[in-house]
């Protein structure tokens, strides 16, 4: 998995102050170092509206379409995914999940069974079936490439979803990388989130 922060809000946090103030009529109130006490109050406040005024946008590779078509269902961000039905899907890179990995016996079932995927796609291929019917043979575990822009808020959402215990392990494993990324860049925002990285789970302090 890689995980690539494209672009984000310049002065992301400032931008959230500037406009939360603008709701609280406090805009004389802002100083050099003042948004992140003043986006704390927000959070604890539940007042989450004004962090949709900021966005970041990653590139996600090296994942799942099983992955993929849980993260798609969060319809307040914006997709562009490389395309089976375009891109020739020949010699697929895949992802194996690690209770599979860790099994000898379900390694080999899982990986023949893709092996067998692999086959059928090019043999329909060579039969001259176009790529967007070749591709029904395809299975989840087919690698893939996804960029994903979303507000603050909607990556708040996100995270507390997809990174709780009970999560999906993959898709947990990318709520921890966009939030490690996410923190750096807007502390504030995101500094209530904590990541356990023995279990890769991530949890919310009190603000």
């Known amino acids: 998995m890689e995980v690539e922060l494209l672009t984000i809000t310049p002065d992301a946090e400032k931008l959230i102050e500037r406009a939360g103030r603008t709701c609280y009529d406090t805009g004389e ?8 006490k003043f986006i704390r109050m927000l959070l604890s406040r539940d007042h989450l509206s004004v962090l949709e005024h900021a966005s970041a946008t ?3 590779s090296g994942v799942s379409r099983a992955l993929t078509h849980q993260l798609v269902r969060h319809r307040l961000a914006s997709y562009s995914q490389r395309s089976q039905r375009y891109v020739s899907e020949t010699g697929f890179p ?16 899982f990986d023949d ?6 086959a059928a796609y090019e043999e329909l291929i060579g039969l001259g079936v176009k790529r967007e019917d ?9 690698a893939t490439e996804i960029v994903m822009t979303a507000n603050f808020r909607e990556w708040r959402h996100i995270i507390a979803l997809r990174g709780e ?14 939030l490690k990324i996410l923190q750096e860049q807007a502390p504030a925002t995101f500094g209530d989130f904590v990541i356990d ?7 919310q302090t009190p603000i």
């Open 134 to 142: 070749a591709r029904f043979v395809l299975p989840n575990a087919a």
């Open 58 to 60: 990653f590139r996600i």
């Open 29 to 36: 109130r802002a100083t050099t170092d003042s948004a992140a």
């Open 165 to 178: 215990r009970s999560a999906q392990w993959e898709i947990r494993r990318l709520a921890v990388a966009i």
């Open 113 to 118: 069974a893709v092996e067998n995927a692999r």
């Open 94 to 109: 895949y992802v194996t999940p690690p209770a599979v990995e860790s099994d000898p016996a379900a390694r080999r079932l």
């Open 197 to 203: 990285e023995a279990d890769c789970v991530i949890s």
